[in-house]
């Protein structure tokens, strides 16, 4: 099985100001069409998780292009580049190469 | 409109069975692999499963099952009404929590090649509850 890591855990940030946060999978998400299957998804509070980013860094559509993916591999980064309100939630990573899927343990992003 | 819309809030006693459902609409329902994520309360997101509904009537076993939920489980899928489930023969408190089911996406590569494209949209929830 894949095991997902992230972090940090929790992140209180400044409107305005980057964050980022950090991925990592035991074993390599690259798959032989070259992509790595790997996903960024956000659960604000009492909603259903929403799609943010795919394949490490095709951002899905009708979200802000302040939220950018990157890496491949086992080494992902989610980067938001100025903060705003509505962006508090949880964030999640998620592995799609194998049959089982897995996620990442959350990182809470709270606004100071 | 794509969408998928989930059965309401159940409360069960632990030996209880249950089967919960995921409706889609929208979309071709049979030509995407729908998955299913538990989320305790106050935990993350757990990925227990999935299932391709045009496998459901073709094949043996049709869904893929985390280890941690194989044989706690049971996924199908009904592709003439566009409806996937999950099933409990003998619920347990443990397995209170809200229930997501999403759809797999299907992105094409330089406008030829299928390949998944994360997971939307998602339902929004079955909570169930167990408790005696």
């Known amino acids: 099985d894949i095991v997902m890591t992230q972090s940090p855990l929790s992140l209180a940030v400044t409107p305005g100001e980057p964050a980022s946060i950090s991925c990592r999978s035991s074993?390599?998400?690259?798959?032989?069409?070259?992509?790595?299957?790997l996903d960024w998804y956000v659960q604000r509070p009492g909603q259903s998780p929403q799609l943010l980013i795919f394949l490490a860094s095709h951002r899905a559509s009708g979200v802000p292009d302040r939220f950018s993916g990157s890496g491949s591999g086992t080494d992902f980064t989610l980067k938001i580049s100025r903060v705003e309100a509505e962006d508090v939630g949880v964030y999640y990573c998620?592995?799609?190469?194998?049959?089982?899927?897995?996620f990442g343990p959350g990182t809470k992003v709270e606004i100071k | 409109e794509v969408q998928l819309v989930q059965s309401g809030a159940e409360v069960k006693k632990p030996g209880d069975s249950l089967k919960i459902s995921c409706l889609g609409s929208?979309?071709?329902?049979?030509?995407?692999?729908i998955v299913w994520v538990r989320q305790r309360p106050g935990k993350g997101l757990e990925w227990m499963g999935s299932?391709?509904?045009?496998?459901?009537?073709?094949?043996?076993?049709?869904?893929t099952y985390s280890p941690s939920f194989q044989g706690q489980v049971t996924i199908s899928a009904d592709r003439s009404i566009s409806t996937a489930y999950v099933q409990w023969s003998s619920l347990k408190s443990s397995d209170s929590g809200m229930y997501y089911c999403?759809?797999?996406?299907?992105?094409?590569?330089?406008?030829?090649?299928?390949?998944?494209?994360?997971?939307?949209?998602w339902g929004q929830g079955t909570l169930v509850t167990v408790s005696s």
């Open positions: 998620m592995q799609n190469l194998q049959t089982q899927f897995s």
């Open positions: 999403a759809r797999r996406r299907i992105y094409m590569d330089r406008g030829v090649h299928r390949i998944p494209g994360g997971l939307g949209p």
């Open positions: 929208g979309f071709v329902f049979g030509e995407y692999l």
């Open positions: 074993q390599s998400l690259l798959h032989s069409n070259g992509y790595s299957y």
């Open positions: 299932i391709n509904p045009e496998d459901s009537e073709t094949t043996y076993s049709p869904s």
